[in-house]
């Protein structure tokens, strides 16, 4: 079977006992939306990656651990959270987004405005709205944007994400919704260009 048909549980199960190229492919598979989310989250590329290695060193030490009842992913972006809410208070302070990284990386669901176009006047606008953006989700208390980022950037459903963060459904919703206020408050009265004007 090649290994793109292999589901990520299948693959952990061959990782438990102790199938190392199963490892690999693993890796492989998660290294780029993992970094991504780890790099958005914690606003540093290069701590992401240490911690993206460490993420991983714990997938292999906690394999034995890892039941395919649940979703690997699942599983997988839950020892990145928790990782990250250590370094988050270790800071002791919130941690600042990429926001250029973050508004290149075009999630299905963003806003027309945040896309790139070639127009040089466009760009200019851009910049205006993309600070607007940057100054109200980072004032949002940690929880909230890091459900901001599970739904938004990697996807995630509000059940899965309240699976993920052990929370109800009704708040994975309620700060979605929080964050979403704070940036239609931020953009109140900011006229979005005409593309080609």
């Known amino acids: 079977m090649p290994s793109e048909q292999v589901t990520d549980e299948e693959l952990m199960e ?9 490892f690999t492919l693993l890796i492989a598979r998660y290294e780029r ?3 991504t989310f780890l790099s958005r989250f914690i606003g540093d590329s290069h701590l992401a990656r240490d911690l ?6 714990r997938v292999y030490l906690k394999a034995k651990e890892y039941t395919p009842v649940r979703k690997f992913s699942a599983w997988l972006y839950r020892i990145a959270i ?24 075009h999630p299905p669901d963003a806003p027309e405005a945040m896309r790139e ?20 989700v980072s ?14 950037y990697q996807g995630f459903s509000y059940e899965e994400i309240g ?18 206020v704070r940036l239609k408050s931020a953009l109140s009265g900011y006229r979005v260009p005409e593309h080609g004007r």
Do not use: M
Request: hydrophobic share 40%; glycine share 6%; proline share 4%.
């Open 82 to 105: 928790n990782l990250c809410i250590d370094e988050l208070r270790r800071r002791k302070s919130a941690a600042a987004f990429d926001w250029d990284s973050l508004l290149r990386g």
């Open 14 to 22: 061959r990782v438990k006992a102790g199938d190392e190229q199963a």
């Open 163 to 180: 699976e993920l963060l052990q929370c109800p459904v009704g708040t994975v919703k309620s700060r979605v919704h929080t964050a979403l």
């Open 52 to 57: 993206y290695q460490e993420v991983f060193l």
């Open 139 to 152: 004032g949002l208390p940690s929880d909230h944007r890091l459900i901001f980022l599970l739904k938004y």
């Open 33 to 35: 939306p993992l970094l």
């Open 117 to 136: 176009t070639g127009d040089p006047f466009w760009q200019v606008e851009r910049r205006e709205l993309q600070t607007k953006i940057q100054q109200a």
